[in-house]
């Protein structure tokens, strides 16, 4: 009994600690922005199988399964109430790469008409195993003539951001020039939301806080991305493959999204926060 109580104290002294840190990251992102809040028991508890956003979209992400029966949920041995792995003091979620997922439907905040200028900045903090094949942060990618964009680690092992016209049935992409694979790593990308055959050519990747642009690949026949059904969905494609492997930061260091489009001064400032939150040298 001691021992849970301790687990227990330690879990209350950091979330005390997730409020600033909750709004030092939401200032940043601007009105529009939103936190998938992982592992915040204030916003999912571990044995439900829904979480809500934190920030300007307050929406319900429904698991495969709650949390604690996610692979490697239980780092001290105490699944009673400690359910959460942590590094610093963040949770995080370690995904199996087969079936373990969060989705919420399809709702107009997460589409974005880049033939009307309207960018985005999507990121995240993951620690990606080395295995084979695509592996999916965020996306809004369902198949069936309903992509929009897919936020994923390639399968060369690059994060990569991918755009879609459906009824052109062609993509632009940009990945990252810095493989993601074996350490935390902060990826944050902003697109201005040129639109056209050049879109790609106005996404900007950054690792650990700073620039790190891949080629983009162009298409001539690509216009814009469309307002279309597929829902949105953390550590899968929508279709049902390319699964996340490895581990994803929770709470106030949750997956991102915003509308606004992120300087490489803010983006920096969002590593910093998140590399003292979790006790990175």
Known sequence: MPARADKGSQLKLYMTEWGPLYESVLQILGSTGTILSIGDPHHGQPDATT?????????????????????????????ETF?????????FISCNGTDEEADTPDSAYWSRDDSAGQGFSVGAWVQADDTAGIKTILD???GGGTNEWSFHVNAAEFAALVLQDDSAGVSV????????NGSWTFIAISYTGAGGEFAAQSINFYTNGSLDNGTATTNASYVAMEDLASPVALGRR???????????AGGPLGPFFTHKILQANE????????????WLV
């Open 51 to 79: 979480f809500t956003t934190v920030g300007e979209e307050q929406a319900t992400f429904t698991g495969s399964s709650p949390w604690r029966e996610f692979d490697g949920h239980n780092a001290l041995g105490d699944s």
């Open 83 to 91: 359910p959460y792995k942590f590094k610093g003091i963040v949770p």
């Open 140 to 142: 809004k990618f369902n």
């Open 173 to 180: 992409q940009r990945p990252s020039a810095t493989a993601v």
């Open 238 to 248: 929508n279709n049902n493959q390319f699964y996340f492997s490895g581990d994803i």
């Open 267 to 278: 983006v920096k400032d969002l590593y910093e926060l998140g590399r003292r939150a979790l």
